[in-house]
């Protein structure tokens, strides 16, 4: 099937003042136009995927702020409206004193066809988890779905619209989601409750959802599944192997706990008495994790993906994409067990190149210090391209606007406790191991880190008054934190980076 595009382009145009419209209306691949961007005293500027493009000398003033406004739905707690049945969504940036001074006019687009890779799995009727970078078309295959399956299919599907990001604004869905009711969300708190309302109420044999991010939504995404209903969703995560390491969303892969072996067992199975087993039955069934526009690697069994990961063996995944032909092209691939010598240290959480957004952060010293350490390191300026927000502690401390939106988009946040050589080297020695750790995976040292705070666990509900852990990064540390907080035991992290470690102790062993 051959792409389809709808973009309504020209609605979007007519909220404008003139003197942006006009001259956008002149670019010749207007076609391509990303968004337009307005802020208080700054000549307006249009981006598109190659440049940014100033859209004539003339300022912006509040009287054209009040123009475009004038021409939209309101603002909701996300600081989010749209134009009724269409795509486009335009986000306010506001002052101390909550007016508006800046506005993101961004071009939503309906792309028909971007599901055909994965058609076969969709129409199967398991429950599917699209995992992908910001940007990467997430929203637009899972609204293609919702529209293959209500229309082609002729499924009864619900589509839980949080920020009327997959059915546009108004009260009437667009033409994009087909014949798919679509139940909206009044605050993104609310998205959980929805989720179980649309089950109870509807009689729905497909839920469509958007973003999981909480706990909360998890466990309503586990008590849909639990009731039969096939669930299409995306989550905060690039990788499978990234949900694992997620406390808080483990469980759409079945959650993952220590279970402690007999002496037999482990000799029989070759490893320590404590190991990490998945809990439960996958939320998902399959996991597609949307590498480009056109390719996808899927683990089509998430159950034994997640056991072989917790083994340590290699995890093959199923690779599709389109070919310049419009032909899907499928390839079964394993994951790399080695690094090449070239690179002395490798990315510690997934990503094969860190892309930092620095908030107070000088750019220049870290530059110069990931130099001298001989990282590949990308500094990004815009927090939709990055995989880690580093911000200086004095800043963090005051909640600026980019750490709400650092947390809400799911961009994992790492505080420096101060702008200086030493703790931005730290920083970085942190997400990059060095080389001589590259002999042991990820996968195992984050089972072995975890192994080890269950197994003392055990030891103190067996009588010892306090143990201390290995030294581990910051984020291990944080896990095996929430590991002891659940046992009902008390943990303190203790010592000096690189060798800081967690003890964990009974509480009335502190003293």
Excluded at 20 to 32: A, F, G
Excluded at 151 to 164: A, E, G, P, Q
Excluded at 437 to 444: E, F, H, K, L, Y
């Amino acid at each position: 099937m051959q792409k389809v595009i709808a973009d309504d382009l020209d609605t979007l145009l007519d909220i404008l003042p003139p003197h942006v419209r006009h001259p956008l209306q002149q670019q010749k691949d207007i076609s391509e136009l990303l968004e337009v961007v307005l802020d208080l005293g700054r000549p307006p500027e249009a981006r598109f995927p190659r440049q940014e493009v100033t859209l004539g000398p003339e300022e912006v003033s509040e009287l054209d702020i009040d123009y475009v406004i004038s021409r939209i739905s309101n603002f909701g707690d996300d600081n989010r409206a749209g134009i009724e049945r269409t795509l486009h969504r335009i986000s306010a940036i506001r002052n101390r004193q909550g007016r508006i001074v800046g506005l993101t006019c961004r071009v939503g687009r309906a792309i028909y066809g971007t599901m055909e890779v994965i058609a076969d799995l969709v129409k199967s009727g398991k429950s599917i988890l699209l995992l992908g970078r910001p940007g990467v078309g997430k929203t637009t295959m899972l609204r293609e779905v919702a529209r293959v399956l209500a229309d082609d299919f002729k499924r009864r599907v619900i589509v839980v619209d949080t920020s009327n990001e997959i059915a546009g604004d108004g009260d009437i869905p667009h033409p994009a989601i087909g014949h798919a009711r679509r139940m909206q969300v009044t605050t993104p708190t609310r998205q959980h409750a929805v989720m179980i309302e649309a089950v109870e109420n509807h009689m729905p044999e497909v839920i469509v959802i958007d973003e999981i991010g909480t706990e909360l939504e998890a466990q309503a995404a586990r008590t849909i599944a639990e009731r039969g209903v096939q669930l299409v969703g995306t989550a905060h995560g690039n990788t499978l192997e990234n949900l694992m390491m997620n406390p808080t969303l483990s469980d759409l892969i079945g959650g993952i706990q220590t279970v402690t072996l007999g002496d037999e067992e482990a000799k029989r199975r070759g490893t320590q008495k404590s190991i990490l087993e998945r809990m439960s039955l996958p939320t998902f069934d399959i996991v597609v994790e949307i590498q480009d526009w056109d390719r996808v690697a899927i683990h089509p069994d998430v159950s034994e993906a997640v056991d072989a990961i917790l083994r340590g063996r290699p995890v093959p995944t199923e690779v599709r994409w389109l070919d310049d032909t419009g032909k899907i092209r499928v390839e079964k691939q394993l994951p790399a067990t080695t690094e090449k010598a070239a690179r002395p240290r490798a990315p510690a959480m997934g990503t094969r190149t860190y892309k930092l957004y620095l908030f107070g952060v000088n750019r220049g010293r870290v530059e110069q210090i990931a130099k001298e350490e001989e990282l590949g390191l990308e500094i990004v300026d815009n927090l939709s391209d990055a995989s880690l927000f580093v911000i200086s502690k004095s800043y963090y401390r005051r909640r600026p606007l980019k750490v709400r939106e650092a947390e809400t988009s799911g961009v994992p946040i790492y505080v420096l406790k101060s702008n200086t050589p030493p703790q931005i080297r730290q920083m970085l020695n942190t997400i990059y191991p060095p080389a001589s750790a590259s002999n042991t995976t990820r996968a195992d040292r984050f089972r072995l880190a975890l192994s080890e705070a269950q197994a003392a666990i055990q030891l103190i509900k067996d009588g010892e008054v306090t143990v201390e852990l290995s030294p581990q990064s910051a984020y291990i540390r944080r896990l095996q934190h929430l590991i002891a907080e659940r046992n009902a035991l008390s943990s303190q992290s203790t010592g000096k980076e690189p060798n800081r470690r967690v003890r964990i102790y009974k509480e009335e062993a502190k003293a």
